[in-house]
């Protein structure tokens, strides 16, 4: 388990760079560090316990199954497929760098998902998160 993680507010000031300057062509975006077990265990104040990626699922999805969780099993296991980026064209040719750490653009993330931040938008009206 390993993926990276952006703050909005930094994909926000990355668009005007890309959209307005002399740079052509697509930019990687991400903020260090990427995020893997260990740093979600410390995240979560937990112990991480190594598992085989189907029985973590199954674990996933009974809980999603029990509503114990907004992640849904599809989720993890599009995270387990999610590459890791090389941003260094972001750095070099836009002069940009992420104010905020990947770690903590998830801990707002998840606080948002505990809150029930945000609006409905079309596809998702009614759906639940994941």
Known sequence: LRFQALHTDDAA???PLAALGDARGPF?????????????????????VRLP???????????????????SPQLYDAVLRLPVMDCARAHSELGWTPRHTAVEALEE????????????????KGRAVG
């Open 28 to 48: 990687n975006l991400a903020a260090d560090p990427p995020l893997d077990a260990e740093v979600l265990g410390e995240l979560f104040h937990s112990r991480t």
């Open 13 to 15: 000031r990355a668009y």
């Open 53 to 71: 990626s189907p029985v973590a699922r199954s674990g996933l999805a009974a809980a999603w199954g029990l509503r114990l969780t907004p992640a």
């Open 109 to 124: 993330m998840l606080a948002g998902l505990r809150r029930g931040a945000g609006k409905d938008t079309a596809p998702l």
